[in-house]
């Protein structure tokens, strides 16, 4: 009797394969999005980090160690 290919299967050892590496490579992907998550969170959002640098910014100006051209200046570029 001859060696039939698809009732051996060897069409479904393909398959499965292929479905295995999508698996393992969905897998990787999530735990490398969860590291990515977990490394933003302990970063501040950009307006958390502007309204620190006007907070600063307001306490120089109040303080006298600029003036206010010296204050509308930096408070327009770090707005822009």
Known sequence: MMFDWPSAGWGWMFFGGIFMLIFWCAIIGLII???VQLVRKGQ??????KT??????K???AKGEISKEEF???KKDLLS
């Open 72 to 74: 509308d200046q930096m």
């Open 33 to 35: 999005w969860g590291i």
């Open 44 to 49: 501040p959002s950009s307006s958390a980090t």
């Open 59 to 61: 306490e120089r100006y």
């Open 52 to 57: 620190h640098y006007m907070e600063t910014l």
